[in-house]
């Protein structure tokens, strides 16, 4: 399990791009037959992806210092391929299709990824958060979420936000999730730009073609820095951050949030005029 530290607005307005990089992207989350772990200190989050070729289980590392992944906390999983898998919890099998959520809460003991077709692997992506409570597990199917639109053409930012894991929907400890889909030819996502800074967000980047990238805006409103993010990365945004992109070419998003405001529409916005 990788481990990132939190930084210092004041540090982070020196980085070079190279430190950029290391501090803040995660740049090799799925690999085939694996499970890949990040452990942010901003909110304690872990981030991870799975490419499931066999059975694969969700161990606690030993930066959890826990008997079992989920003896403390919470996670919530989202299916960004296009083929299904299978998720076993505690001997219960859930499918988890193209683009659903799943969310498993705590005191889990056993967790394990299987992909249906093990010749044609599921992308599964998933964050975890420190939970207090237990919550149950739920499935949420892409068709049943609600979706809310925003922007428009003349912004190019016309896009459709999906909530799964909220205060209005599944109910979580601290994790709030979702996903948001550009419609075609728009390529900013979530502008005028925001910060929230009692909680962190995690942004994942797919189905982005090869050989396009998203500009991810990020810093203090008046420092901002610009990371180039490639196909299936992410990104940690600490709450003192920004975070917003634009594409060279149509891509959707993962955004998850963990921190002390449960809120999803606690936002101070920026004004285009207070960007620097």
Same mark, same amino acid.
């Given at each position: 399990m990788e481990i990132k530290y939190c930084t210092h607005p004041k540090h982070a307005k020196h980085y070079t791009t190279e430190e950029l990089r290391e501090e803040f992207l995660l740049e090799k989350l799925f690999v085939t037959g694996e499970i890949n772990m990040v452990y942010?200190?901003? $909110? *304690? /989050? /872990?981030? &991870?992806?799975?490419?499931?070729?066999s059975e694969l289980s969700l161990e606690a590392a030993a930066t959890l210092k826990t008997e079992y992944f989920l003896e403390r906390r919470e996670i919530?999983? +989202?299916?960004? &391929?296009? #083929?299904?898998?299978?998720? %076993? +919890?505690?001997?219960?099998?859930?499918?988890?299709?193209?683009?659903?959520?799943?969310?498993?809460?705590?005191g889990k003991r056993?967790?394990?990824?299987?992909?249906?077709? #093990?010749?044609?692997?599921? *992308?599964?992506?998933?964050?975890?958060?420190?939970? =207090?409570?237990?919550?149950?597990? *739920?499935?949420? $199917?892409?068709?049943?979420? %609600?979706?809310? =639109?925003? &922007? $428009?053409?003349? #912004?190019?930012?016309? *896009? %459709?936000?999906?909530?799964?894991?909220?205060? $209005? &929907?599944?109910? %979580?400890?601290q994790l709030m999730m979702g996903m948001t889909f550009l419609a075609p030819n728009n390529m900013w996502n979530t502008m005028p730009a925001h910060i929230h800074d009692r909680r962190n967000e995690v942004y994942l980047y797919f189905d982005l073609a090869e050989e396009n990238r998203v500009m991810h805006f990020m810093g203090e409103p008046s420092e901002t820095r610009h990371i180039v993010v490639a196909n299936e990365q992410a990104i940690i945004s600490p709450s003192w951050s920004i975070h917003s992109g634009v594409g060279t070419g149509n891509y959707t998003f993962i955004w998850a949030m963990a921190g002390e405001n449960y809120t999803f529409t606690d936002m101070d916005f920026v004004d285009m005029k207070d960007l620097k």
């Open positions: 942010s200190h901003e $909110d *304690r /989050v /872990v981030i &991870g992806g799975v490419v499931p070729t919530g999983i +989202i299916n960004i &391929g296009s #083929q299904p898998a299978v998720v %076993t +919890i505690d001997g219960e099998e859930i499918t988890v299709n193209a683009k659903d959520c799943l969310y498993i809460g705590l056993e967790v394990t990824f299987k992909s249906v077709d #093990q010749n044609n692997p599921a *992308r599964l992506y998933f964050v975890s958060a420190l939970a =207090h409570k237990e919550y149950p597990t *739920r499935k949420i $199917d892409i068709s049943d979420a %609600t979706p809310v =639109h925003l &922007g $428009d053409d003349s #912004q190019s930012n016309k *896009r %459709t936000i999906y909530k799964f894991l909220h205060g $209005d &929907g599944v109910q %979580t400890c």
